[in-house]
């Protein structure tokens, strides 16, 4: 059985080479590539949070995920389901954001 098959990927921010190889991991699975984010785009997987795409999937509900995903399906294929090793690689909403705090805000945020 084939856990790929209803798996169609889309990219965002991601240089030339980096899609390339998500483009030829995904089909390797038995998956399917998009360059556009349609419909049928199951999965979206993301380098930034300030493209158009990653903005559409986060209204279309389609998950985000980081290339590591894709990274470890190609490297367990026979051994994992890409729907639970999904759960591990979902793209952290403020990944390359910095925020300052200043003195007036202290104790009033909690991490």
Known sequence: MNLYKD????????NKNEKEEIYESIIKLGGSYSRDLKKSVTHLIASSSE????KVAIEKEIPILTSDWMKE???NK??????????KHLFPPFKNFYFYINNSLKGYIYF
């Open 7 to 14: 798996i169609v990927i889309c990219c965002s921010s991601q």
């Open 51 to 54: 493209s158009e795409k990653y």
């Open 78 to 87: 026979e051994n994992i389901n890409p729907y639970d090793e999904m759960k």
């Open 73 to 75: 399906c190609i490297k």
